[in-house]
């Protein structure tokens, strides 16, 4: 009888880590979480200090929507509206660009961040100015406490 000669496998080399393709992974969830970040942090307006609503409701998921924030200057009696961080005087200014985002997006929501101090008279403006450029869903921003007074 012959003797079988019975061949041992080689142990299997370490598997090398790629590094590549992890830096790749690294850098596109970086830059989603830079641009979430970036889009939450603009709309809040250095100052600008919300009135304190207990019965608010969280905003509707999936609408597409315009931030307008309403400073307020008590001392001299005047208002500053900022919509995509560009500032204008009354709102009568804003509405050539209104128009323009509501047209490109006729379901669009305008949300309306105004300071606690600020008049009626002069919210309502903005609310006019809304209405002639043809946009039809207004919402207002609150907080629900008064932990969270600051916008």
């Known amino acids: ?14 598997p090398e880590f790629q590094v590549a393709p992890m ?33 608010g409701k ?3 998921k999936n609408v597409v929507q315009v931030v307008v924030n309403l400073s307020w200057d008590p001392i001299t009696n005047k ?4 919509i995509d961080q560009k500032q204008y005087n009354t709102p009568q200014e804003a509405v050539a660009f209104l128009k323009t985002k509501s047209d ?9 961040r105004a300071d606690k101090e600020a008049q009626y008279s002069y919210v309502s403006q903005v609310m006019k100015a809304c209405a002639e450029a043809q946009i039809s869903s207004i919402t207002f921003s609150v907080v629900t406490n008064e932990a969270n007074k600051k916008g």
């Open 1 to 14: 009888m012959g003797r079988r000669k019975i061949k041992h496998a080689e142990p299997e080399a370490d």
């Open 23 to 55: 830096a790749d992974v690294l850098l596109v969830l970086l830059i989603f979480f830079m641009s979430i970040t970036t889009s939450e942090i603009l709309r809040n307006v250095k100052g600008l200090e919300l009135p304190v609503a207990k019965d």
């Open 58 to 60: 969280d905003k509707a």
């Open 79 to 82: 208002g500053e509206i900022e």
């Open 104 to 112: 490109s997006d006729p379901g669009m929501r305008v949300l309306v």
